[in-house]
């Protein structure tokens, strides 16, 4: 699936507000003629964007046929149709791209191996060019993309980073960061940040410390500092949600799907 997460209060279905899986469960559940709900690889936070999100849902039998037209196009693939219906159905800052059965085992999220994400940023005089405002965080003040890289180079590991994220009663806070490393086209800078999970505002929270050592208002130690913090320091901003996209989530051959998924239900501890 692809969003823009613009006019939504993020991934979750909540009540009273306009939520990605909202629109998507209304749309799917119209499809159907029965309630159904999606399980999503991560819950982006208000106002993040997908290019990559990947969800599953339980259909019951004997709603199944619902997603077949009584008269297929010949060598159509199999849900096509059903994409071609959602796309009715759902606003156009939401779009599925594409659709598959599970394999048995797979969880949208337990199964998962490491989720992806860029965030963007634009240090040009005037700002984020108008056709990208939206997805790039325009920044006011020159930064150093040689120190936001070194110390992001020290954060890579398994870590417990509960100095990065904000809290959830009873969540783990250790998670394996495989990437975070720093791309720069003019004044268009680019991170990649890649973990096995994120814990709640952990991308937005790296950001946001890192561009204080980007404008040198603190060393490039500092971040490695924060890795012994017991909760999310007050010293420095999460960076502003619409510069994060989710791009893609990894999963293990089919044959290894209930062995990850068990792995990750183990809830880790200091």
Request: net charge positive.
């Amino acid at each position: 699936m692809a969003y823009d997460g613009t006019s939504f209060a993020g991934w979750a279905a909540q009540a009273g507000q306009r939520t990605v899986a909202g629109v998507l469960d209304e749309a799917l559940t119209t499809v159907f003629r029965t309630p159904v709900r999606l399980r999503a690889a991560g819950r982006t936070d208000t106002g993040v964007h997908a290019t990559g999100q990947v969800a599953h849902v339980d259909v019951p039998l004997a709603a199944l046929p619902k997603a077949y037209p009584r008269s297929p196009h010949t060598g159509e693939a199999e849900f096509v149709p059903l994409i071609r219906r959602l796309g009715r159905f759902l606003p156009t800052d939401v779009r599925v791209l594409d659709i598959t059965r599970a394999p048995a085992g797979f969880d949208a999220r337990f199964s998962a191996l490491r989720r992806h994400y860029v965030y963007r940023l634009s240090t040009a005089p005037y700002g984020a060019q108008p056709q990208l405002a939206r997805y790039v965080t325009a920044w006011p003040r020159p930064l150093d993309v040689d120190a936001m890289a070194a110390a992001s180079r020290d954060l890579v590991g398994l870590h417990d980073f509960a100095g990065f994220c904000r809290h959830r009663p009873n969540a783990t806070t250790i998670r394996d960061l495989q990437r975070l490393d720093w791309s720069r086209e003019g004044d268009l800078i680019t991170a990649h940040v890649t973990a096995d999970a994120f814990c709640w505002s952990m991308v937005r929270s790296l950001v946001g410390a890192l561009l204080a050592v980007g404008e040198h208002r603190r060393p490039v130690s500092w971040c490695r500092e924060l890795l012994s913090a017991t909760s999310r320091s007050s010293d420095y901003a999460a960076a502003p949600p619409h510069g994060l996209t989710l791009v893609s989530v990894d999963y293990p051959p089919d044959d290894q799907l209930e062995a990850r998924n068990l792995v990750t239900r183990d809830l880790r501890t200091r």
